[in-house]
């Protein structure tokens, strides 16, 4: 079942959603990211474990920094090491 909501957002939340062709799924996908992020916090509270909102913000900025970091030429060595992996995979299978 589905129901259809009215939601006000900021102008460039907005522009990013006019580029997707199916805005209700990429809207329903991120909310249940959301979610399921909220479900692991529970989980881990429970556990004794708390995470704090800054905790995830520093991991992001991490791992913006870590993305931002790589060059073509080591996303050209990865995909590289990749294909042998996976072809001494195949070989091992056979």
Not at 13 to 26: D, G, I, K, Q, T
Request: aromatic share 2%; glycine share 2%.
């Amino acid at each position: 079942m589905t129901k259809k909501i009215a939601v006000s957002l900021p102008d460039d939340v907005a522009e990013r959603l006019a580029r997707e062709p199916n805005v209700s799924a990429f809207v329903a996908r991120a909310v249940r990211r959301q979610m399921a992020g909220e479900q692991t916090r529970v989980v881990l509270a429970r556990a004794g474990v708390t995470i704090a909102d800054e905790d995830v913000d520093r991991a992001h900025a991490e791992m913006q920094q870590l993305a931002a970091s790589i060059t073509p030429e080591l996303r050209e060595q990865a995909t590289k090491l990749q294909s042998e992996v996976l072809a001494a995979r195949a070989k091992a299978r056979r």
